[in-house]
């Protein structure tokens, strides 16, 4: 077989074997067949691991990033097609699809600048609250309204970042901690923001279309309206991805790590340390704020126990678990964090105990998470074939 | 002769009670090697810092050519054409050694979000001009080196780690350059190596001036004109290395009084 039959063969395997894993894992209720579907998962990453095609597909990618890009997405669309009727699937795909986008925004923020933010959630939760602000008091269309509440969120922070300009490590994380901890008491206090109630958002409204009306396509297909939401909250993903990727590959990501790495020696070099800070700081809370403005519209309801500091460290766990820094990392960590738990109801109660202990076992045994961060190649590679 | 290109007149850096600088008087002329050597604690590397930026002193001034950069941030500092190494490598391991040389070389790099996220073939074109550039400033180092351009620098020996680092300083073409102790951690074969290829990439650079802080006597008598050297922070004496070796001073101060 030639080396190129062999690439695209490892790379259909690695579409379908993604796809059918997502479809099966958001799908399955049935707790054996979880049970089953763990054990498999485990057994084929190995497979994929010792028969080589894991390093098959790394190097196809790299060198063809736009066509696994294309396909990457083609397979969300398949898995968002073949479950279009199954409500709760589609809802916890939305909200993989969100959360990865906030935690790419905070890979911006803490793998790459090294500002760790355990604020992730409220910066979410700005989001939405700017959300339901804009949505039931101004005439603003909800299309817009989306990259308006990441602003706001992105300004808030930058009021934020002057504390933490002025600590570093431990400190800078404290700051960030007591921000989150405000954040939601703020929201408990304030009649205006609903108190402890929270408030009510309208569905996304587009061109006079409600996201919330089912999506038919002739007489067969009907399908959830969580499947618009799907559909919105992937692209944003993918926007995200897109632009984070870009920085990363380019003197900005350069500067980033910098910073991160040693202030002294890049000070030295003439980086303005501030200058690259407040940028991945207010780029990543964007991000995590335009993710929060479709949540709250997806959800239609919003309330501060949504933007706990628990949220945050699941967050930051994510981002960690993914591989620090590494934005293809991020996805399977989302998704294994996200619906794990949501998949484990066998075991009740213990079932965050057990997803506890899997957190700490992936960074003992893996401590640069599952995928770690491979060294920046500004372009891909011209193909030597 | 001409104005010096460094001159730092009574730089006093002071921490706490302890003084690391007493009223420093020191002039580097254009192209010039100018040594300085001291024992450990007398201030040479404090000096750096105080020039760079690092440290503010609590009195005198440094200028750079006719610029005051008495107090400057260290970004001033680096734009007024100054680059210096460190004693203890700060080199960004994880990073490529591309990436630690375009760390130098930052001030002319194209920073603007536009130019960088969506102006991706103008992007292409000054990246790939870097690289020649890099490409060629290490093999004036080391050829194998220059073809390791992509190799994390973590996975690089010392002496090679060195060379990084000394060509992340003269990537962004400084008037001045600092070399804090080149020499740590190294064989004296690797040392007299790397000196070599030193003096080889400065003829290419005839109006760079360099001040070399090192204890390893032999290459401050082959690489320098001038010597100057510290004792608790103060100047004891200065002049070409025979004499300054000669000096009854600097023998005190290195080997303690009898």
Known sequence: ?385 | MSAPVLQARGLTVRFGGLTALNALDLALEEGEILGLIGPNGSGKTTFFNAVTGLYKPAAGTVEVGERNVTGASPQQVCAAGIARTFQRSRLCLPLSVFDNLMVGNHRRLRLGLWANLVQRSVLRHEYDENVTVAHGLLATFSAPLAQRLFDPVSALPMIDRRRVEICRALIGRPRILLLDEPSAGMTHDETRELMDDLLAARSQLPSLSIILIEHEMGLIERATQRCAVLNYGEKICEGPYRDVAANEQVRKAYLGED
Not at chain 1, 28 to 55: K, P, Y
Not at chain 1, 330 to 343: F, N, R
Request: proline residues 3%; charged residues 10%; glycine residues 8%.
């Open chain 1, 1 to 385: 077989m030639g080396e190129r039959a062999k690439t695209g063969l490892s790379i259909a395997a690695a579409v379908i074997a993604g796809g059918a894993f997502a479809i099966l894992f958001l799908e399955l209720e049935a707790q054996w067949a979880v049970a089953v579907l763990a054990a498999a998962t485990v057994a084929g990453l190995a497979a994929f691991r010792f028969s080589g095609a894991n390093a098959r597909i790394d190097r196809a990618a790299a060198r063809h990033p736009r066509a696994a890009f294309a396909l990457a997405l083609a397979t969300v669309a398949v898995v968002a097609a073949v479950l279009h009727e199954a409500h709760f699937a589609l809802l916890m795909l939305a909200t993989v699809a969100l959360y990865t986008t906030t935690c790419f925004g905070l890979t911006l923020q803490f793998g790459h600048a090294g500002i760790v933010n355990f604020a992730g959630a409220a910066f979410f939760g700005i989001g939405c609250y700017a959300t339901a602000i804009l949505t039931t008091h101004t005439a603003i269309p909800h299309l817009l309204v989306i990259p308006l509440a990441g602003l706001v969120a992105a300004l808030i922070g930058s009021i934020l970042i002057l504390p933490i300009l002025r600590t570093r490590g431990h400190y800078a994380a404290l700051i960030t901690i007591a921000f989150g901890i405000l954040f939601k008491t703020f929201l408990e206090v304030n009649d205006a923001l609903g108190g402890p109630q929270g408030l009510k958002v309208p569905a996304l409204d587009l061109f006079g279309w409600s996201f919330n009306d089912p999506i038919r396509i002739g007489e067969e297909f009907e399908g959830s309206f969580y499947l618009n939401y799907v559909i919105l909250s992937v692209a944003l993903a993918a926007l995200a991805w897109v632009i984070v990727n870009r920085v990363e590959k380019s003197w900005l990501g350069l500067s980033f790590d910098a910073v991160r790495l040693d202030e002294t020696a890049a000070s030295v070099f003439g980086i303005d340390i501030a200058r690259w800070k407040i940028l991945a700081f207010s780029l990543g809370n964007l991000l995590a704020g335009m993710a929060g403005a479709v949540y709250a519209m997806m959800t239609g309801f919003i309330a501060p126990t949504s933007f706990t500091f628990g949220d945050s460290l699941i967050l930051v766990s994510i981002v960690i678990l993914g591989g620090l820094g590494n934005l293809l990392g991020v996805i399977p960590a989302a998704l294994l964090l996200l619906v794990l738990p949501e998949k484990l109801q066998m075991i009740q109660e213990y079932r965050f105990l057990l997803y506890a202990v899997l957190v700490i076992a992936i960074l003992l045994f893996r401590p640069h998470g599952l995928l770690p961060r491979r060294l920046r190649a500004y372009f891909p590679a011209k193909d030597a074939a």
